[in-house]
């Protein structure tokens, strides 16, 4: 059973950074796109990142220039830097990856972690 593992949240003040870390384990398949998303309190999850297999990005609007996702393809792994923390950051972060395996495409993720940007 294929399992996400995020790490690297806490409580930041604003203006400082975080790094985030997605790690997988057990049989995933391969690996079509690697995602982050983040949850607010009494808000619906947003979409904050992607990295596809071919290495193209894409970002938020209200995180670019500020984020930056990058992944580790022999580890299965996928990051999230986030510089120049805001309170509207705050926010449980989700990893989402997506991966084909006996030619069904599953999307797995993670528990979440939570970041707290403090005023």
């Known amino acids: 059973q294929a399992r996400l593992v995020e790490s690297g949240g806490g409580l930041v003040q604003a203006g400082g950074s975080l790094r985030l870390s997605c790690e997988t384990s057990?049989?995933?398949?391969?690996?079509?796109?690697m995602a982050w998303y983040r949850q607010a309190p009494g808000k619906q999850r947003e979409f904050v990142a992607s990295?596809?297999?071919?290495?193209?990005?894409n970002y938020a609007n209200s995180v670019k220039g500020r984020f930056t996702i990058s992944r580790d393809n022999a580890k299965q792994a996928v990051y999230l830097q986030m510089n120049s923390l805001n309170p509207e950051d705050t926010a449980v972060y989700f990893c989402?990856?997506?991966?084909?395996?006996?030619?069904?495409?599953?999307?797995?993720w993670g528990q979440g972690t939570q970041v707290t940007v403090s005023s």
């Open positions: 989402n990856i997506q991966a084909r395996r006996n030619a069904v495409t599953w999307a797995y």
């Open positions: 057990g049989t995933i398949g391969t690996i079509n796109s």
């Open positions: 990295v596809i297999s071919g290495g193209n990005t």
